[in-house]
């Protein structure tokens, strides 16, 4: 909590000294409105052949099929990727979609700012349930939330649809960690949760089945040892260690031998000490460098001290 309150008052220096900080702390919070941009990593593992580069994701999001999960409102590709479900409070016909792995618990809302068809209309965006707004953009085919991990994805039935200004998109998304399968399948895995400690998880299907029935492997390489065989529960929601609990797609596709591997990063509230320690010098830096600006212009003694000069009368013997 200290060197919270040390970094929150950092921060508000380094804005009076010009220096931008966020931008090494929170990453990219633009939003991406064209629905162009090719990921850097596709999410997508069938898709990796035709798209070399990265997969975008408006090529594949709508055709793949999506299989219930555990968490409420919340459904899974064969890819892994997370399908919210959204709640639309409005009178448009407009329809909005969100998906990806988020970065944190939030609870966002999309509000339409200015009617139009898709390419005209405009929105902005909250990730706290509307008590403050991020950014805004106009409403494409797809806009990426870059900072919190998730991608919007707007459609209507006709081109000529409108979205209506005052008209909001709610949804809950939890936080979540990607896995990698060893091999494409319509069943995946995903980690949730808030740990304390970085984990190197691998999960291995023992048997092959769906939920109430295959058995698995959990083990971690990293962090508090973690190595559990058990049943995929009923549920689809598997309690492991340090906060963090799996959740399997609801399919019987799981395959003996598949494996999953996810890298966890540890969430707690303590401050990265070297973006704290690179904002500080930065701060000292600013500080030292007005310091010499002030001391450069410095009136000197000699430039401006009024020299006195006293006058005596010579004195003489008057007779």
């Not at 990921?39 to 408006?58: A, I, N």
């Not at 209506?164 to 896995?179: A, I, K, L, N």
């Not at 060893?182 to 740990?195: I, Q, Y």
Request: glycine letters at 10%.
């Amino acid at each position: 909590m200290k060197r919270r309150k040390v970094f929150e008052l950092l921060t508000l220096c380094a804005m009076f000294m010009a220096v931008s900080p966020m931008g090494v702390l929170a990453g990219d919070m633009r939003l991406n409105g064209q629905g162009k941009e090719v990921t850097g990593e596709s999410e997508f593992q069938d898709y990796r052949q035709e798209y070399p580069l990265g997969v975008p994701q408006e090529a594949v999001i709508f055709s793949e099929k999506l299989s219930n999960t555990g968490l409420c409102g919340v459904t899974m590709s064969g890819s892994g990727v997370l399908n919210y479900e959204v709640e639309h409070i409005g009178t448009g016909s407009g329809v909005m979609e969100c998906m990806g792995h988020a970065t944190g618990d939030y609870e966002v809302v999309v509000k339409i700012i200015k009617s139009g068809v898709i390419g005209e209309a405009q929105f902005q965006i909250s990730l706290d349930g509307g008590e403050s707004y991020i950014g805004q953009d106009v409403v494409g085919d797809s806009s990426k939330v870059v900072y919190a991990g998730l991608t919007l994805f707007f459609q209507t039935d006709r081109d000529t649809t409108e979205f209506v200004e005052g008209d909001e998109y709610r949804v809950s998304v939890p936080e979540t960690f990607p896995v990698t399968a060893s091999k494409t399948c319509a069943a995946n895995v995903v980690v949730k949760g808030h740990p304390l400690e970085d984990h190197d998880l691998t999960v291995t299907i023992l048997s092959s089945g769906g939920l109430g029935n295959s058995r698995f492997t959990v083990a971690s390489t990293k962090g508090t040892e973690i190595s559990i065989t058990d049943v995929i529960p009923e549920s689809g929601v598997y309690e492991i260690e340090d906060g963090l609990s799996l959740v399997f797609s609801d399919s019987d596709a799981y395959e003996k031998g598949l494996t999953y591997t996810a890298a966890v990063k540890s969430n707690d509230d303590s401050v990265n000490d070297l973006p704290l320690y690179i904002m500080a010098g930065m701060l000292v830096a600013n500080i030292a460098g007005l310091f010499a600006v002030l001391s450069a212009k410095k009136e000197k003694d000699s430039e401006y001290h009024v020299r006195k000069y006293s006058w005596e009368k010579e004195e003489k013997d008057y007779e």
